[in-house]
């Protein structure tokens, strides 16, 4: 990731500043673990550990601002992702069929394909377009 605008800064510290609730100058494990919930995750103790392994390059046991602001650089770009995820429209007439969903869950269970279809198919054809996908991942 390049340059990292001071709006993108200032969010951080948002998030920071918020979670730090001992206000220690640092997040702990324990806070760690509440960002890691507020942004949709329901960790391990595990992944708590290997987030605070990868965070904390000091090893002093608490995430400085610093090092948090280091290890969100690192983090995949959400329009970046959005982009490559659209792309897999590409070469499908616009469409996700029930076979490429298949494939792209990887799964062999018929009702996660009908499930995640159901959900996503606002207009019940059969297909899942663009602006239905962008809908189902915002949502």
Request: aromatic share 6%; with cysteine.
């Amino acid at each position: 990731m390049g340059e990292v605008s001071e709006e993108q800064k200032n969010e951080w510290k948002r998030i920071f500043d918020e979670h730090d609730t001992d206000e220690k100058e640092g997040l702990s494990r324990d806070e760690v673990k509440q960002v890691m919930c507020c942004c949709n995750q329901n960790p391990t103790d595990k992944e708590v550990d290997e987030m605070m392994t990868a965070m904390d390059k000091n090893s002093d046991e608490k995430v400085s601002f610093e090092e948090f602001c280091t290890f969100m650089q690192q983090l995949p770009d959400p329009a970046e992702s959005m982009k490559e995820a659209l792309e897999v429209f590409e070469g499908q007439d616009g469409k996700l069929t029930r076979e490429k969903l298949k494939e792209i869950l990887s799964t062999d269970d018929d009702d996660v394909v009908e499930e995640v279809l159901n959900a996503a198919d606002i207009n019940n054809d059969g297909f899942i377009d663009k602006e239905e996908f962008i809908k189902f991942i915002q949502n």
